[in-house]
Every structure is written in structure tokens, then in C-alpha cells.
């Protein structure tokens, strides 16, 4: 299969830069949380932050290089209390198993 110019070559890209931008958003995260007090949950933020970086880096290894135009919506710019934050993360995780990923179906 052809991968360059491809929509498979897009939604990889999408891919690719929504889970390196959650890493970036579960280690914000963990950051409120250790600030707050809860070693725990900025621990398992940090971990799932982790698991992001491999998830996107699986992507990125599929890429084949050179410029990917792409049109994509991503949460922006806000960090909120622990409490705000895991509910934010758990809805991000839930729309990417439930929109994104089966949108690459189509």
C-alpha cells in the first residue's frame, strides 16, 4: 500500500499529533496534581503521559516524511485543577476511542 499522500498518511499525522499533545497535557497535569498534594494521581499522570510518548512515537515511525497537510481540532491552553484536569483527560481519551480513531474507518 502507498502510504505518501494517502488519507492513512493523514490520519497517522492526526494521530501522531494528538498523542504527542496529551503527553504534553497529562505532564501539565501532574504537575497541578503534585502541587495539590496528590503524589498518587500526578504519578499515574505521568505515566499515562509516557504511554502517549509511545503511542505517538508508533506513529511517527509509520510516517514516511516530507510535508502532511492536515485539518485537525485539538484541546487548547487549559490547565485547571486536579479535579478539572482528570476530568478533561478522561474525556479526551473517550473521544479519541469513540470519534477520532473510528472516523479513520470512513
Known amino acids: 500500500m502507498k502510504l505518501k499522500g494517502s488519507q492513512t498518511e493523514k490520519n497517522l499525522l492526526a494521530a501522531f499529533a494528538g498523542e504527542s499533545q496529551a503527553r504534553n497535557r497529562y505532564t501539565y497535569f501532574a504537575g497541578v ?9 500526578s504519578a ?4 499515562t503521559a509516557d504511554n502517549e510518548k509511545e503511542h505517538a512515537k508508533r506513529f511517527f515511525r509509520l510516517l514516511e516524511g516530507g510535508d502532511v497537510e492536515i485539518v485537525a481540532a485539538y484541546p487548547a491552553g487549559v490547565i485547571g485543577d486536579t479535579a478539572g484536569n482528570l476530568k478533561a483527560a478522561a474525556d479526551g481519551e473517550q473521544f479519541e ?10
Open 44 to 47: 499515574i499522570f505521568l505515566e
Open 97 to 106: 476511542w469513540t470519534k477520532l480513531y473510528k472516523g479513520f474507518e470512513d
Open 33 to 41: 496534581a503534585k502541587k495539590e498534594g496528590y503524589e498518587q494521581i
